[in-house]
Every structure is written in C-alpha cells, then in structure tokens.
C-alpha cells in the first residue's frame, strides 16, 4: 500500500510563503509522475504542478512565477514552495502520484491565506 503524507500549510498571510511536502512510503521513481493539486471549496481539483521522472515539469498558469516543484529522492519527498500567496490560493492541497494505471493521493493539508 503505497501511502503520500502530505506536511505544511496552514495560515499564512497574504504575500507571504510557504512550503508544503509529500513523503512517500516508496521511491519516487516508483511513479511516473509526481505533484500537487489543489481544490477549494464549491471547486473541481485542479492541477498545482507535476514533475515526471526525467524531470519534466507541468505548472498550473496561476502558479508560474509564484510556486515551485522539487524533489529529494534520496528522502522520497516531493516539495512545494509557495511564494506571494493571494486569498485565492486558499484550498486543499493534496499530493499525488501517478503511473501504471495507478493513481495515489495524500490526505490533503489546508492552506488558507488571509489578509
């Protein structure tokens, strides 16, 4: 059983950051892909950013600029650094990963930003 844990967020004000992690309870390239969605009350989940194995990134327009992707393998984490939160940010941010046919999703850690 494959499990993502998912640490960080919280309060956070408005145009400050923060870092969220996922730690795997396997390798992470055990999956094809990892990274973050998010989904906010009354919203669909939508995509933060991933990273492929080789290291190919797919961001989210609203996050560029903003938030980055990274991983440490050697811990089997996976990172988010979020940079100049807006009250808009606020949501659910769930870690995922991804291949085979499989798809494995954390618990969710709330972010919410506020003014």
């Known amino acids: 059983q494959v499990q993502l844990v998912e640490s960080g967020g919280g309060l956070v004000q408005a145009g400050g950051s923060t870092k969220l992690a996922c730690k795997s309870s396997?390798?992470?390239?055990?999956?094809?892909?990892m990274g973050w969605y998010r989904q906010a009350p009354g919203e669909k989940r939508e995509l933060v950013a991933t990273?492929?194995?080789?290291?190919?990134?797919n961001v989210g327009d609203f996050a560029k600029g903003r938030f980055t992707i990274s991983r440490d393998s050697a811990q089997n984490m996976v990172y988010l650094q979020m940079n100049d939160l807006k009250a808009e940010d606020t949501a659910v941010y769930f870690c995922?990963?991804?291949?085979?046919?499989?798809?494995?999703w954390g618990q969710g850690t709330q972010v919410t930003v506020f003014s």
């Open positions: 396997r390798s992470i390239f055990g999956f094809n892909v």
């Open positions: 995922y990963g991804g291949g085979r046919g499989n798809d494995y």
């Open positions: 990273i492929t194995g080789p290291g190919s990134l």
